[in-house]
């Protein structure tokens, strides 16, 4: 089991990457390996919507995000975090999200039908981290909603959704507890769920490959 921590903010000692490795204290704290990114340290582009990776099934853009996508193969789960710019996702996080494209595909007569990469490689989890400084919702805008959206599309299954407000300063939500707490829980359910994906897989993988044989 591997888990991918992945931060959006540039503010290494902020509240997203807090937030984050609460979530990962779960995982980390039962010996599973752990890996956690900040997305400010690779030069990532934004996608240049030539499509090349529709017929290549790779992105075409030569730059350090291929140093990210096989983190993604190789990890069961991804933590993704964002604080909120203008009531969206930070422009790395959103250039992340962009570049994944090329791991979707769509059928070529009828673009309605899509598929991630995900169905075929193995099912893969999420648990989607927004946080903003003003004290209600709204304010938040599409933050967490535009990294559960996209996860999904990218075919992974968005286990929690945490949304935290009234942070502003840089790691001002060490003091919070209660926003901690809420982000361990997430972390906590996220590695239960995998383990439940685990047993199952055992359980029934006898079953799988059977009908497999029968196909
Ligand atoms: C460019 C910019 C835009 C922001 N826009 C919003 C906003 O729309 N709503 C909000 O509540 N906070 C907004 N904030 C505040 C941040 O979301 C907040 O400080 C957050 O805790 C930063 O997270 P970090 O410590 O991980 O960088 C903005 C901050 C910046 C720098």
């Known amino acids: 089991m591997k888990i991918l921590g992945i931060v959006g903010s540039k503010r290494k000692n902020g509240n997203t990457s807090i937030l984050v490795q609460e979530s990962l204290k779960p995982f980390d704290e ?10 400010g340290d690779y030069d990532i582009n934004g996608c240049n919507g030539c499509e090349g990776c529709q017929d290549t099934f790779e992105c075409v853009i030569d730059d350090d995000m291929h140093q990210i996508y096989p983190k993604l193969f190789e990890s069961d789960a991804i933590i993704l975090g964002s604080p909120t710019y203008f009531y ?37 989890y999420a648990t989607v981290i927004a946080v903003c400084e003003q004290d209600n919702l709204e304010d938040m805008g599409y933050t967490a909603d535009v990294m559960k959206k996209s996860l999904e599309a990218l075919s992974y ?4 959704t945490v949304k935290i407000l009234n942070q502003f300063t840089a790691g001002e939500v060490l003091k919070d507890s209660k926003a901690l ?4 829980k997430a972390g906590e359910k996220l590695f239960k769920t ?22």
């Open 181 to 184: 707490n809420e982000s361990q």
């Open 88 to 124: 969206n996702v930070s422009g790395d996080i959103k250039k992340f999200i962009d570049r994944c494209y090329c791991l979707d595909f769509f059928h070529k007569e009828d673009r309605s039908v899509w598929m991630g990469l995900n169905e075929i490689i193995g099912m893969k």
């Open 157 to 160: 299954r968005v286990v929690s």
């Open 194 to 215: 995998l383990e439940l994906r685990n047993l199952l897989f055992n359980k029934f993988s006898n079953r799988i490959s059977q009908n497999q044989i029968k196909e």
């Open 30 to 39: 039962r010996g599973i390996k752990v890996e956690l990114i900040f997305l």
